[in-house]
């Protein structure tokens, strides 16, 4: 597992790593460049029959926007680097999921514990709920089998299970934001939710027509 931050979560470049002292490997652009410095850095540590996860800290606190340069990055990191798990963070809700070329993205996983509790202002984004990631991957491939997540709510700084109307509420908003991914969000009988990919043309221009 590699870790990287980014400047544009507000991480200070002052907290980078030198040749002389510790800190944070921290990457000051999302180039070309940037990605052969983690593809360099992966192949010099990589063994067979790993799956290498890239965890990095990125972007903004709030909102559901993604950049065109997260995107491509990511998918830099696994066409060039061979990372199977891009797992991205920094905004304090969950935001859109894509499965690309059979591999995981996570733009936002969202708070799990946080000490923002009572906080105003930020409603439209259900600050207040999170999920439990669960990521099946085939060692051999490296590719993504499935992705199970556990909807859970903040309360009183604890962690509890949420209701029916939270879940739905986690569901509905993330299918919006996962469908420019092509990527479905499904509610389990377990009450689990789950990934679904490809999302079908045919089937998304389905969903539209439904929902105007």
């Given at each position: 597992?590699?870790?990287?931050?980014?400047?544009?979560?507000?991480?200070?470049?002052?907290?980078?790593?030198?040749?002389?002292?510790?800190?944070?490997?921290?990457?000051?652009?999302?180039?070309?460049?940037?990605?052969?410095?983690?593809?360099?850095?992966?192949?010099?540590?990589?063994?067979?029959?790993?799956?290498?996860?890239?965890?990095?800290?990125?972007?903004?606190?709030?909102?559901?926007?993604?950049?065109?340069?997260?995107?491509?990055?990511?998918?830099?990191?696994?066409?060039?680097?061979?990372?199977?798990?891009?797992?991205?963070?920094?905004?304090?809700?969950?935001?859109?999921?894509?499965?690309?070329?059979?591999?995981?993205?996570?733009?936002?996983?969202?708070?799990?514990?946080?000490?923002?509790?009572?906080?105003?202002?930020?409603?439209?984004?259900?600050?207040?709920?999170?999920?439990?990631?669960?990521?099946s991957v085939d060692l051999r491939s490296?590719?993504?089998?499935?992705?199970?997540?556990?909807?859970?709510?903040?309360?009183?700084?604890?962690l509890v299970h949420t209701s029916r109307?939270?879940?739905?509420l986690l569901l509905e908003t993330l299918?919006?934001?996962?469908?420019?991914?092509?990527?479905?969000?499904?509610?389990?009988?377990?009450?689990?939710?789950?990934?679904?990919?490809?999302?079908?043309?045919?089937?998304?221009?389905?969903?539209?027509?439904?929902?105007?």
């Amino acid at each position: 597992m590699f870790s990287v931050a980014v400047v544009t979560s507000g991480v200070p470049v002052t907290w980078a790593a030198r040749s002389e002292t510790p800190g944070v490997c921290l990457l000051t652009d999302l180039s070309d460049a940037s990605v052969d410095r983690i593809n360099e850095r992966v192949g010099r540590l990589r063994r067979t029959g790993d799956v290498v996860i890239l965890s990095i800290h990125w972007g903004p606190n709030w909102g559901f926007e993604i950049p065109e340069e997260h995107t491509r990055f990511a998918h830099g990191l696994i066409d060039q680097a061979g990372v199977s798990i891009v797992h991205g963070h920094s905004s304090h809700h969950p935001i859109a999921i894509e499965v690309y070329r059979n591999r995981l993205i996570l733009y936002g996983c969202g708070d799990f514990l946080n000490d923002y509790e009572g906080i105003s202002g930020y409603e439209e984004f259900l600050d207040d709920l999170t999920l439990m990631y669960f990521a099946s991957v085939d060692l051999r491939s490296g590719n993504l089998l499935g992705l199970d997540m556990v909807p859970l709510k903040l309360q009183r700084f604890q962690l509890v299970h949420t209701s029916r109307e939270d879940t739905d509420l986690l569901l509905e908003t993330l299918g919006r934001e996962c469908q420019r991914f092509c990527t479905r969000m499904i509610l389990k009988p377990d009450g689990r939710l789950a990934s679904s990919w490809p999302y079908d043309q045919a089937e998304r221009r389905l969903d539209d027509a439904l929902h105007e």
